[in-house]
């Protein structure tokens, strides 16, 4: 069983003390200058993105977690970034696409791993339209981009557990 994420911050954030204490299951709080940090999930965004045929636009990871595996387009949500957003940057970013329309579908929590970290994040799945494939060139953090027939998708194949979720329920 991995450690509370908590567990990897020993001083306060506000004033620097090592007086820095579990409060309760969800944070901390420095006994010097009274501040409490909650610790809360991050945001992250996921698209499905389907052509003409009802073919789903997947992705190959290029880099950990879960090098080499498939993964759907999307990422984390900046600050000050709405959800939708952050999916089209993600989508521009990663795929050289333009988003047209995002209809949310749902959300999942997942455990993303990161340099060490478990990043405890809300991924909101949005299906999302694309009017023009030509541009799709993978790149940032995806090795390759390819439509694969929805059934011809194996949720196993998908490298992160809220991936592989929100693909048994959108096509399964």
Do not use: W
């Amino acid at each position: 069983m991995q450690n509370h994420p908590l567990e990897l911050f020993h001083f306060c954030p506000k004033c620097g003390s090592r007086k820095f204490e579990i409060n309760n299951a969800k944070s901390k709080k420095c006994s010097v200058c009274g501040f409490t940090y909650y610790f809360n999930a991050s945001s992250a965004v996921v698209g499905f993105i389907r052509n003409d045929a009802g073919d789903l636009l997947v992705c190959r990871r290029a880099k950990n977690p879960a090098k080499g595996t498939l993964d759907l387009p999307g990422g984390f949500v900046d600050m000050q970034e709405t959800a939708e957003q952050a999916l089209i940057r993600e989508i521009q970013e990663e795929l050289n696409l333009q988003a047209d329309e995002l209809k949310y579908c749902f959300s999942l929590p997942n455990i993303y791993p990161y340099s060490g970290f478990e990043v405890h994040t809300l991924d909101m799945f949005f299906e999302c339209k694309v009017t023009d494939f030509s541009a799709l060139k993978a790149t940032d953090d995806v090795a390759e981009a390819f439509f694969i027939p929805l059934k011809d998708i194996d949720p196993e194949q998908f490298g992160l557990e809220s991936i592989k979720e929100g693909i048994r329920k959108i096509c399964f």
